[in-house]
């Protein structure tokens, strides 16, 4: 008999179940009987059945809901090949890192979140003396840009998450780029059996970032001028704010996923602040009110270094 293959798990074979047709010992034929054949194939299937159980048991490591990043294609990653942030960590770490600040506390791939909301690939050097945050080319493997900010500076770290202004426009047109973005994914995939779900109002729900962040500030608690608030083009903003690397939902094991968690530049930073600095925890406030230039960054993955096509950047 054929060997029958499920999805998921080993071979199922199911020949330990026969018909057999045996002969009296005087020579005389007689069949199975009918209630025999019937218990034996019942038996059979209560294998099949319990065997599929067995198979559905399997547990599952990681619920896919709760992955802010869900549809991202990883491997479209530079910075998911292998060891290459370690060696771009220490190229930064070799040509930022003077014999003063020699003795490095930490270093990490992270997410930065500008003014206007837009994510930004980042590694992130953290001395006894300062935070360095560097703008790192994983393609030609090089260094762009990078900003120093003394840790002296620092007056305020909040942690918490990371949350829109209640009159934002972006979580619901977030939640609209979703559901048809859903959609999409069925169409291509025809996937048509389940249309009817990618298209139901609950994809179109708003959506919030559902992410932890830390936010850096030394502006002594005075508000941002207004030339800077509303330029896109401004610089010299007095705060920095975090969130973890996309990959950090995508490694296995907890020493693969330290290098992008920003929970671990938090609880590093937190002893080498000065004492006045204010340590706060709660909510950090994203001013993106409409954010459709935003919603169009993120999602495309601009700010990262990605394999597009023929094209990367």
Not at 7 to 36: C, M, R, V, Y
Not at 192 to 206: K, M, N
């Amino acid at each position: 008999m054929d060997e029958t293959y499920f999805d998921e798990g080993p071979a199922g074979n199911f020949e330990t179940t026969t018909l057999e047709i045996s002969k009296h010992p005087e020579g005389n034929e007689q069949n199975q009987s009918t209630s025999e054949i019937n218990e034996d194939i019942n038996t059979a299937r209560r294998n099949l059945e319990n065997q599929g159980n067995t198979f559905n048991q399997i547990p599952i490591t990681k619920d896919v809901s709760n992955i802010p990043f869900k549809h991202i294609d990883i491997h479209s990653f530079f910075s998911d090949r292998n060891e290459v942030v370690e060696k771009a960590l220490k190229d930064c770490q070799d040509s930022l890192i003077n014999e003063e600040e020699k003795d490095l506390a930490g270093s990490w791939l992270l997410t930065e979140i500008s003014l206007w909301d837009i994510e930004k690939e980042r590694l992130v050097l953290l001395t006894k003396k300062a935070i360095y945050s560097i703008k790192y080319d994983f393609i030609s493997l090089k260094i762009l840009e990078y900003n120093r900010i003394p840790l002296s500076q620092i007056d305020t770290l909040v942690s918490g998450e990371l949350i829109y202004p209640p009159a934002s426009l972006a979580p619901r047109l977030s939640g609209l780029a979703e559901g048809v973005s859903s959609i999409f994914h069925c169409a291509v995939r025809q996937e048509w059996s389940t249309l009817t779900s990618c298209a139901g109002l609950a994809q179109f729900e708003s959506r919030k970032r559902s992410m932890y962040g830390v936010r850096l500030l030394w502006n002594k608690g005075d508000p941002l001028p207004l030339t800077k608030k509303w330029n896109p083009f401004a610089k010299n903003i007095p705060w920095l704010t975090y969130s973890s690397h996309p990959l950090f939902w995508y490694k296995g094991s907890e020493a693969e996923k330290a290098k992008f968690d920003v929970e671990g530049l938090h609880s590093t930073i937190l002893t080498l602040l000065p004492v006045e600095s204010r340590v706060k925890t709660g909510s950090i406030v994203i001013e993106n009110y409409f954010g459709l230039g935003a919603l169009v960054h993120n999602r495309n993955g601009l700010g990262f270094f990605k394999i597009r096509g023929k094209v990367s950047f």
